[in-house]
Nanobody
C-alpha cells in the first residue's frame, strides 16, 4: 500500500507564494508518475501538474509559468512550488501517484491509484 501525505498549505495574500510537499511511503517516487490535483466544493477535481518517472512534466494552462512541480527522489518527496498566487487558486490540493502514467495523460486523475488526504490552500485578494 502506498501512502501519501501532503503538507505546506495555508492562507496567503494574492501574489504570494507557497510550497506544497507530498511525502511518499512504501515506494520510490522515481519509479512512479506523480501529480498534483485540486478541488473546490461542488466542482470536479482538476489536474494541476504532473511528472512522470523520467522527469517529464505537464501543467494545466491556468498555472503554467506560475507553478513548478519537482521531485526529490532520494527523500521520496514531491513538491509544488506555487508563485504569483491568485484567489482562483484557492482549493484543496491533493497529490497522487501511480506506477505508470503516459506523459500526455499526467493530469487525468482517474488514472492514478494512490492519493493523499489533501492540504488546503487559500488565497485572499
Amino acid at each position: 500500500q502506498v501512502q501519501l501525505v501532503e503538507s505546506g498549505g495555508g492562507s496567503v495574500q494574492a501574489g504570494g507564494s507557497l510550497r506544497l510537499s507530498c511525502t511518499a511511503s512504501a515506494y520510490t517516487s522515481s519509479n512512479y508518475a506523480m501529480g498534483w490535483f485540486r478541488q473546490t466544493p461542488g466542482k470536479e477535481r482538476d489536474g494541476v501538474a504532473g511528472i512522470d518517472s523520467n522527469g517529464n512534466t505537464k501543467y494545466a494552462d491556468s498555472v503554467k509559468g506560475r507553478f513548478t512541480i519537482s521531485k526529490d527522489n532520494a527523500k521520496n518527496i514531491l513538491f509544488l512550488q506555487m508563485d504569483s498566487l491568485k484567489p482562483e487558486d484557492t482549493a484543496m490540493y491533493y497529490c497522487a501517484a501511480d506506477r505508470w502514467v503516459a506523459t500526455n495523460q499526467l493530469l487525468r486523475g482517474d488514472l492514478y491509484d494512490y492519493w493523499g488526504q489533501g492540504t488546503q490552500v487559500t488565497v485572499s485578494s
